[in-house]
C-alpha cells in the first residue's frame, strides 16, 4: 500500500514537471502529451493529430475531422442562431467569438455524409465552440439530424466533445437533453443505426444524454468520459479521485463502451459498423 | 387555500395562489428549497397515500435508498410512486447522500417505470435533489450512462407520468424523473442546470455571487411557469398536511386528464413538451 502511495505522488510529480516544461517549450513546435505527459515534436501528431506514444486523440475543429473521416459531407442547419433565452450579459459577444474560431454557429457540425457507399447522418461537436457546451442550438441541430434521419432511413453518427451544459442558457440547456433523447427514441422505435463515438472530453448533460444512448458507443484512446467534474467531485466529497477515473480505458474496463478505436481507424471501423446494423428486425438481411 | 383554475393554451391549468404574498428574491427562494423544515419524501409518502409498500433494487447488483419506489393507491387508483428523498435523521441523510441518487438508484426508478407500464399504473414522481451524486463510485457505475437511460426510455413509455418538484430540482439529476407529461413546482422550490453556487463559480469565478446567479438563471417556479418548463405552481404551507392536501388536489384531476388519453396521444404531447425547446 505505502509503495502504491509512493508511485501515486511520482506519477504527480512528473505530471508537474511535464507542465512546467510544457510552458518552456517554443509554442506550436512541441506540444506535452495531456495524457501520457510525453513531449511530441508537432509534425508526428500527423494528420489524424494522434500521440505517437499512446494513441491519445488531441481536440480537433470538426471540419477538420470531416476532412479525413467522410468522402463527401453536406453541411445542414448551419444558420440556426440561439435566442439568448436567459438574457445573459456579454452571451452575444461570446457566441461572436466562438463563431469566429470554429467557423460553426454553434458547438456541432451536422450533416449528411458518405463514407465509401454508406450514406449517414454525421454529426461532430466542436471542443473549441465554448467548450463544447450544449446550448440550445446544439440541442437543435442534433434533433434536426436525428428527425431528418428518421425521415430519410439513416443512420446517425455522431462525435461527442462537451464540456457539459451551456451556463449561459441556463435551464434551456438542460431541456435540450430530453428533446434530443426523445429524437433517439423516435430514430431507434424506427429501428435505425445510432453510432455514438466519444472523443475527449465528453462531460456532463452530453454524457447523461445522446453520448450514452447509442446502439454502439465506441471512444477514442484516452478520452475523459463522466458525468461530474473532477473538481466538483474533490470538493463535494473531499475525495482525492484517482487520474484515470474518466479515462476511457476505465469506462471500458466497468462496462460502459464498447470498444476504443484508434483515430486513424475510425472511417473503416464506421463504414463496417454501417453495414453490420442496416437489418432490420424481422427480415433477414440477404 | 386560495386557488384559481385558469384555463391556458393547450389545455394546461395554471394555479394562481400566490396573491397577497410579498414578492420574493430568488436568493429567498433557494433557501425556502432547501430549508431543513421542508417535508421529507417519507412523510410525504405517508399522508399522500392509504397504503404503499417500498420495492427495492435495481436488478443488477444494488439498491440504493436516496429514491423511495413503490406502488400504492392514489384516490382509488392504482399508482408507482419514485420519491428522490434527503433524509430526516443524521444517518438516514448519510446513506441517501442527502438526496443525491447514485446510478443504482435511477436504474430502479426505470424498472419500476417500466413495470408500471407493463401494468397501466400511472406514475407519481417527487424530486427533492441537489443533484445526481458526485462521486467517484458513481462514475464507475455509469452516472451518465444511468441518466441517459431513463430520459431515453421514458420518452417511450406509454403510462402517465407527473412529477412534482418539491425543494430542489438539480440539474439532470432532476431532469432524470422530470421528463414525462407533467412537472409542476411548489412554491418554494426551483429547478435549474446547475446550482447557483456552481454556476456563479464557473461563470465569475466567484462562488460567494450565489445570490445574483439565481436572479440570473431564472430558477424560479414563477420564472419557469413563465418560460413553460412546468405546467403550474402548488401553494406549500408550512404545515405539512395541508401541504400534502394541496398536493392531492392538483395530482387528482391532472392525473385524471392524463389517463383518458390514448397512449399515442400521450406520447406525442410528451414529445411536444420537450420538442418546443
Ligand atoms: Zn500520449
Sequence with gaps: ?286 | MVVRNEPRKGGRIVIVSLFGKKQRTAGEIVAAARDSQKITGTELISELFPDFMEMHGDRLNDDDPSIIGGLAHFAGQAVTVLVIDKGLSAKDRIAKHFGSPAPAAYRKSLRLIKQAEKFNRPVLAFVNTAGAYPAASAEEQGQGEAIARNLLEIAGVRVPILTIIYGEGGSGGALALACGDQVWMTENSMYSVLSPEGFASILWKDASKAAEAAEVMQLTPEALLKANVIEGIIPEPSAHKRFCRNLAQVIQPELEKLTQLPAEELLAQRHARFRKF
Excluded at chain 1, 38 to 64: E, M, W
Excluded at chain 1, 92 to 110: M, Y
Excluded at chain 1, 129 to 150: N, P
Design chain 1, 1 to 286: 500500500m505505502q509503495l502504491f502511495d509512493e508511485l501515486k505522488t511520482l506519477g504527480q510529480k512528473h505530471i508537474k514537471a511535464n507542465k512546467q516544461a510544457q510552458q518552456n517549450l517554443p509554442s506550436g513546435v512541441w506540444l506535452a502529451c495531456p495524457k501520457c505527459q510525453q513531449s511530441v515534436y508537432h509534425k508526428d501528431l500527423g494528420r489524424y493529430f494522434t500521440c505517437p506514444n499512446c494513441d491519445y486523440g488531441f481536440r480537433i475543429a470538426s471540419r477538420d475531422r470531416v476532412e479525413w473521416l467522410t468522402d463527401s459531407f453536406t453541411e445542414m442547419d448551419q444558420d440556426i442562431e440561439t435566442a439568448d433565452p436567459l438574457d445573459f450579459p456579454d452571451y452575444g459577444k461570446k457566441i461572436a467569438a466562438a463563431k469566429r474560431k470554429t467557423d460553426l454557429n454553434d458547438s456541432i457540425l451536422t450533416g449528411v455524409a458518405k463514407i465509401g457507399s454508406q450514406e449517414f447522418c454525421l454529426g461532430i461537436m466542436d471542443p473549441n465552440f465554448i467548450m463544447g457546451s450544449m446550448g440550445t442550438v446544439t440541442g437543435e441541430k442534433v434533433t434536426r439530424l436525428f428527425e431528418y434521419a428518421t425521415e430519410h432511413q439513416q443512420a446517425v453518427v455522431l462525435f461527442t466533445a462537451s464540456g457539459g451544459a451551456r451556463m449561459q442558457e441556463g435551464i434551456f440547456s438542460l431541456m435540450q437533453m430530453s428533446k434530443v433523447s426523445s429524437a433517439v427514441k423516435a430514430h431507434s422505435q424506427a429501428g435505425l443505426f445510432y453510432l455514438s463515438v466519444i472523443t475527449d472530453p465528453t462531460t456532463g448533460g452530453v454524457t447523461a444524454s445522446f453520448a450514452m444512448q447509442g446502439d454502439i458507443i465506441l471512444s477514442e484512446p484516452h478520452a475523459l468520459i463522466g458525468f461530474a467534474g473532477k473538481r466538483v467531485i474533490e470538493q463535494t466529497m473531499h475525495q482525492k479521485i484517482p487520474e484515470n477515473l474518466q479515462d476511457a480505458d476505465n469506462i471500458l474496463q466497468h462496462g460502459f463502451i464498447d470498444a476504443i478505436v484508434k483515430r486513424p481507424d475510425e472511417k473503416a471501423t464506421i463504414e463496417w459498423l454501417l453495414e453490420m446494423n442496416q437489418g432490420k428486425a424481422g427480415e433477414l438481411s440477404s
